[in-house]
């Protein structure tokens, strides 16, 4: 036998093209899988046998481990194959030996199958509907995945008590931990299939479908929606009380850092915050959480944008002299108007529904901007960092807000481009955007005699409802035009 893999393991596999290649894979797998069941056989029967007790180790796992280099894991689950196949499924061994099934199929019957005394029963009985022989049936006819649930139903179905049981001691070892590091948590836990299906269709719902220009992974958008979930549950008050508490994450800056950060930390190169690598800006101490881990100054600048700050003076041994109140957060009625204004995340190629999103202050609060619906635009959260961090520009240009980098590049569908933008020149650099057509009540300033109204140029992309197309609208005599959808309905150009 060895001599034949030698052999084999000499050949090419450059000379196997798509066309034969399947076939092959096929053999060899049959073959692999062969081996690997006799082999899972031959390993029960060292274990029954008792003779590895004579070194000491305490599980015959153990003694593999030391003898092979294996893992105890892997012997565990070749033994307890290996018996099935000896003890109770002597028909799945004979066809995986045959070839007609493969050894993935008798792992999820020796798993699921045999696991109570009224399920022996039924699979070495004459029920032609329910014993080993309609189990393998089956075998052959499905895909692993679609057996595996197919041998669940069969369990549920032979006998409920024990499935009862399973789930009562699955129910008693659901867990989460959160391990802290350096470099931040790490998730270690367990769920039942129930939860793990009510988690999985909320993290789906929350993250919605990514747009065309989302480049981050399955793995990054579930985890950003992970964190959504738990600040919809905050911001909504539905973790009891009633109360919509923001912020929900408490960071501790002094007066000081406060002032520096305001006055000295904004970098006119970079269009923001000038932080070193641990956080800190030009020698002032950083910001930190509650537990004292300090933050970057583009996560506190983020943060401080959508937040409330609470004033706490301390006297010269640490005792509390006085609570401010909180102050310059957006209220509720600047909040709705906000949204009603934009529906949806502003981020070009975004369009996150408002429920996930916040309010950034165009011009920054920490450096003069006022709290004033004018001076906000809605971001979904996961773009409200991205601004942030990237030091984003953003102006209002008639009915649509238009996104630069750093360097002035216009940000179109998520994607910096250096073409030209309709943008009203006459205003100071320095001032807010004036909004003709939205203005909201309270904010409202009357446009200057003489200075003149910007054109209605067509606007570029605008962002489209979740995870649908992008949506272009042009603007005629200061209103934007509404486009048909695809279901024949009017919608507005948001």
């Not at 499924?89 to 792992?107: D, F, Q, Y």
């Not at 129910?171 to 948590?185: C, F, N, W, Y």
């Not at 529904?353 to 609060?365: D, I, K, N, Q, R």
């Not at 934007?480 to 009017?490: I, L, T």
Request: a neutral charge; proline letters at 6%.
């Amino acid at each position: 036998m060895r001599a034949e893999v030698a052999a084999l393991l000499a050949l090419d596999p450059g000379v196997v093209d798509g066309a034969d290649g399947p076939a092959v894979h096929a053999e060899l797998r049959a073959a692999v899988d062969q081996l690997s069941m006799f082999a899972a056989r031959v390993l029960a029967r060292v274990e029954a046998d008792g003779r590895w007790e004579a070194g000491g180790e305490r599980t015959f796992g153990d003694w593999m481990a030391r003898r092979h280099h294996t893992s105890t894991g892997s012997v565990r689950r070749d033994v307890t194959l290996g018996r099935a196949l000896d003890e109770v499924l002597p028909g799945a061994a004979a066809a995986v030996a045959a070839g007609r099934v493969s050894l993935e199929h008798a792992k999820v019957l020796a798993r699921i199958a045999p696991t109570s005394p009224a399920r022996l029963a039924v699979l070495a009985g004459d029920g032609r509907d329910s014993n080993e022989s309609f189990l393998l049936a089956r075998a052959a006819a499905l895909p692993v995945d679609r057996f595996r649930t197919e041998v669940q139903r069969w369990a549920a179905r032979v006998d409920a008590d024990a499935a009862e049981r399973e789930h009562e001691r699955s129910a008693a070892t659901e867990h989460l931990t959160l391990s802290r590091r350096e470099d931040g948590v790490v998730f270690q836990g367990f769920l039942t299939h129930e939860h793990g299906a009510a988690l999985e269709t909320a993290l789906r719902a929350v993250a919605g479908v990514p747009a065309a220009t989302d480049q981050r992974s399955k793995e990054e958008r579930q985890a950003a929606a992970l964190v959504d979930t738990a600040r919809l549950v905050l911001d909504r008050g539905l973790a009891g009380g009633g109360q919509s508490v923001r912020p929900h994450v408490s960071v501790h800056v002094s007066w000081e850092t406060m002032q520096r950060l305001v006055h000295e930390g904004r970098s006119p190169e970079a269009g923001g915050l000038a932080a070193s690598p641990d956080g800190a800006v030009a020698g002032v101490e950083p910001a930190e959480l509650a537990g004292g881990r300090p933050i970057p100054a583009s996560l506190f600048e983020r943060i401080v944008c959508d937040s409330e700050i609470s004033r706490i003076v301390f006297g010269p041994v640490g005792e509390v002299l006085d609570i401010g109140r909180t102050h310059r957060t957006y209220t509720g009625q600047q909040r709705r108007a906000v949204v009603a204004r934009d529906r949806s995340c502003r981020y070009p190629g975004c369009g996150a529904p408002a429920l996930l999103g916040e309010v950034h202050h165009v011009t920054s609060w920490a450096h003069g901007g006022a709290t004033s619906v004018q001076n906000g635009v809605l971001l979904c959260w996961h773009h409200h960092d991205w601004v942030h961090r990237r030091h984003l520009r953003i102006a209002r240009v008639r009915d649509a807000w238009v996104f630069r980098t750093a360097e002035g590049r216009l940000v179109d569908d998520g994607r910096a481009h250096d073409r030209a933008y309709p943008v009203d020149e006459t205003r100071p650099a320095d001032e807010p955007p004036l909004v003709d057509d939205l203005r909201p009540v309270d904010d409202l300033r009357p446009v200057e005699p003489g200075r003149p109204r910007r054109s209605g140029a067509e606007l570029g992309p605008l962002p489209a409802t979740w995870g649908g197309p992008v949506a272009r609208a042009a603007v005629r005599g200061g209103s934007a035009v509404q486009r048909e959808g695809r279901d024949g309905a009017s919608e507005p150009p948001w």
